[in-house]
């Protein structure tokens, strides 16, 4: 019957004649849309990454009959199937072989012969990791009893969407509410075209068949120094090259920034900051030149690379949803506009996650979907986004969450600061794994905990500890006077606080 609907379809759009008997055959058999029963629901949710599945799921438990639509052939979205769980499961493998391959096993006296990197069996066990999160995600949906539609969801009605699979079929889904969490896309770079095998977005960095002998990565936010870190300790030159004039991106303070910059670059990298990229060009020989120069106006300079990594951002993926079938314009960063109940101009059409304003964090959005349907449910909704944690997944971490000392400045807010260098826990000492500081921002007045900065092993795991200090409104002697096990790495997180609110640390 496809086939049939197919041709219907082809020859319509074309404007020919239908053969007679063919004509006869439509009138029974041909409809607007796919051969497909069509499909009712309260929530429909399109996208399911981690803000649609979460979404989805969360709609569902609170009784709500819902569809998740994707247009990708597995669930999960980019995170976890070329972004946050991939780049895991690689950070923490080239670690591995980075303690092993340098003097790090050595000096704690395990001493290796032979040593040589599977870059296969590496990717491999990459891809045993995704296949298995994405696999969950599919049983959590019939756990649930939430409708998994495969397809490409287009907004056809305010209480309507249409998802058309690969096979171009379509599925019309009748619904009382529609959340929209689509993601977002690679940040193209004008001049330069991905082919993801020489020149590679995060996406192609993610699999490649060999460790490059030099790479350039344009770009020294969260995205490129975690990549770059992966192949710089399987062996790669890694250069960085970075238009502003800080490593890790928007919203570090700039003290763990420069600290941060500094462990990496006794690692290995190195980095070209405030410098802006021109244009790059294939050689014959297969390299590629890359032009760069000052961001402020200068000389030109070429680099050279047999891999150049493109990672400046990424932009919300909006296009050919139909939102303007519903009278929904985006704003200038192609931005979905909405209330603070995420509902759009169209009251029962939402969006959460990369498509509106805010960090684009997979947290972020997990946590906007289950407040969204909450509120679908008549619930609260509410997000304090200065609670929103975030975290660069190199080693040592980086993570911090509420305000930076360069923002309290401008604000014009009275603080105080408190910090405890790793070098003086014990924990981190023992494990001869001393680099980096916790840095604690508090009111001068109030004490209230104001911001958190980590630098160091486990900053992605401690920052959560200030993440609920602060949702709770936490002062600083709070957590200060809170028993932490010993020893532990998480105690420089409580002997910072206590320097921030006391004026001293005990143990440094």
Same mark, same amino acid.
């Given at each position: 019957?496809? &086939?049939?609907?197919?041709?219907?379809?082809?020859?319509?759009?074309?404007?020919?004649?239908?053969?007679?008997?063919?004509?006869?055959?439509?009138?029974?058999?041909?409809?607007?849309?796919?051969?497909?029963?069509?499909?009712?629901?309260?929530?429909?949710?399109?996208?399911?990454?981690?803000?649609?599945?979460?979404?989805?799921?969360?709609?569902?438990?609170?009784?709500?009959?819902?569809?998740?639509?994707?247009?990708?052939?597995?669930?999960?979205?980019?995170?976890?199937?070329?972004?946050?769980?991939?780049?895991?499961?690689?950070?923490?493998?080239?670690?591995?072989?980075?303690?092993?391959?340098?003097?790090?096993?050595?000096?704690?006296?395990?001493?290796?012969?032979?040593?040589?990197?599977?870059?296969?069996?590496?990717?491999?066990?990459?891809?045993?990791?995704?296949?298995?999160?994405?696999?969950?995600?599919?049983?959590?949906?019939?756990?649930?009893?939430?409708?998994?539609?495969?397809?490409?969801?287009?907004?056809?009605?305010?209480?309507?969407?249409? #998802?058309?699979?690969?096979?171009? &079929?379509?599925?019309?889904?009748?619904?009382?509410?529609?959340?929209?969490?689509?993601?977002?896309?690679?940040?193209?770079?004008?001049?330069?075209?991905?082919?993801?095998?020489?020149?590679?977005?995060?996406?192609? #960095?993610?699999?490649?068949?060999?460790?490059?002998?030099?790479?350039?990565?344009?770009?020294?936010?969260?995205?490129?120094?975690?990549?770059?870190?992966?192949?710089?300790?399987?062996?790669?030159?890694?250069?960085?090259?970075?238009?502003?004039?800080?490593?890790?991106?928007?919203?570090?303070?700039?003290?763990?920034?420069?600290?941060?910059?500094?462990?990496?670059?006794?690692?290995?990298?190195?980095?070209?900051?405030?410098?802006?990229?021109?244009?790059?060009?294939?050689?014959?020989?297969?390299?590629?030149?890359?032009?760069?120069?000052?961001?402020?106006?200068?000389?030109?300079?070429?680099?050279?690379?047999?891999?150049?990594?493109?990672?400046?951002?990424?932009?919300?993926?909006?296009?050919?949803?139909?939102?303007?079938?519903?009278?929904?314009?985006?704003?200038?960063?192609?931005?979905?506009?909405?209330?603070?109940?995420?509902?759009?101009?169209?009251?029962?059409?939402? #969006?959460?996650?990369?498509?509106?304003?805010?960090?684009?964090? #997979?947290?972020?959005?997990?946590?906007?979907?289950?407040?969204?349907?909450?509120?679908?449910?008549?619930?609260?909704?509410?997000?304090?986004?200065?609670?929103?944690?975030?975290?660069?997944?190199?080693?040592?971490?980086?993570?911090?969450?509420?305000?930076?000392?360069?923002?309290?400045?401008?604000?014009?807010?009275?603080?105080?600061?408190?910090?405890?260098?790793?070098?003086?826990?014990?924990?981190?000492?023992?494990?001869?794994?001393?680099?980096?500081?916790?840095?604690?921002?508090?009111?001068?007045?109030?004490?209230?905990?104001?911001?958190?900065?980590?630098?160091?092993?486990?900053?992605?795991?401690?920052?959560?500890?200030?993440?609920?200090?602060?949702?709770?409104?936490?002062?600083?002697?709070?957590?200060?006077?809170?028993?932490?096990?010993?020893?532990?790495?998480?105690?420089?997180?409580?002997?910072?606080?206590?320097?921030?609110?006391?004026?001293?640390?005990?143990?440094?």
């Amino acid at each position: 019957m496809q &086939s049939w609907n197919h041709l219907y379809r082809t020859l319509a759009t074309r404007g020919q004649h239908l053969p007679c008997k063919l004509q006869c055959a439509s009138v029974v058999s041909v409809r607007t849309y796919a051969d497909k029963a069509q499909i009712d629901a309260d929530v429909t949710v399109v996208g399911s990454g981690p803000g649609g599945y979460v979404a989805a799921i969360k709609a569902a438990q609170l009784g709500f009959k819902t569809v998740c639509v994707e247009k990708n052939a597995t669930l999960g979205g980019t995170c976890l199937n070329v972004g946050c769980i991939p780049s895991k499961a690689l950070l923490n493998n080239s670690y591995l072989y980075h303690l092993a391959h340098g003097k790090d096993f050595e000096s704690r006296g395990i001493e290796i012969t032979g040593l040589t990197l599977n870059l296969e069996k590496m990717m491999s066990q990459k891809s045993g990791a995704v296949k298995a999160l994405t696999g969950g995600i599919a049983h959590l949906f019939k756990q649930n009893k939430v409708t998994h539609v495969s397809g490409h969801g287009r907004v056809s009605g305010k209480n309507q969407v249409i #998802a058309t699979a690969a096979d171009g &079929s379509e599925q019309v889904i009748n619904t009382k509410n529609i959340l929209i969490a689509t993601g977002s896309e690679v940040t193209p770079f004008p001049g330069i075209q991905i082919d993801e095998e020489t020149v590679v977005s995060s996406t192609g #960095a993610l699999s490649l068949k060999k460790v490059p002998e030099k790479l350039i990565v344009i770009g020294a936010g969260v995205i490129g120094v975690e990549l770059g870190s992966v192949w710089q300790r399987l062996g790669s030159a890694v250069t960085a090259v970075e238009f502003l004039g800080h490593v890790g991106g928007m919203g570090i303070d700039m003290e763990i920034s420069k600290n941060f910059q500094r462990i990496l670059q006794k690692q290995g990298m190195k980095f070209k900051l405030g410098t802006k990229v021109m244009g790059a060009t294939k050689r014959p020989d297969g390299l590629i030149d890359v032009a760069v120069e000052a961001a402020a106006g200068g000389k030109n300079e070429t680099l050279t690379c047999d891999v150049l990594l493109v990672c400046v951002g990424r932009r919300p993926f909006t296009s050919n949803l139909g939102l303007e079938a519903v009278g929904i314009e985006l704003d200038s960063r192609g931005r979905i506009p909405v209330n603070n109940r995420f509902q759009t101009k169209v009251p029962n059409i939402h #969006a959460i996650g990369d498509v509106v304003a805010g960090p684009m964090l #997979a947290h972020k959005a997990e946590d906007e979907g289950i407040v969204c349907v909450e509120g679908m449910a008549g619930g609260a909704v509410h997000i304090d986004y200065n609670c929103v944690p975030s975290v660069i997944y190199t080693h040592p971490e980086v993570a911090w969450i509420g305000k930076t000392e360069e923002q309290l400045k401008e604000e014009g807010v009275p603080y105080k600061v408190g910090k405890f260098p790793f070098a003086a826990n014990s924990r981190a000492k023992t494990n001869q794994d001393t680099d980096g500081l916790v840095k604690i921002l508090s009111h001068k007045e109030t004490d209230r905990m104001l911001g958190s900065h980590i630098l160091g092993t486990g900053a992605g795991e401690i920052i959560n500890e200030a993440a609920l200090a602060m949702e709770y409104g936490a002062s600083c002697e709070d957590v200060a006077r809170v028993c932490h096990a010993h020893p532990t790495v998480s105690e420089a997180f409580r002997e910072a606080n206590l320097a921030a609110s006391f004026g001293k640390a005990i143990n440094f």
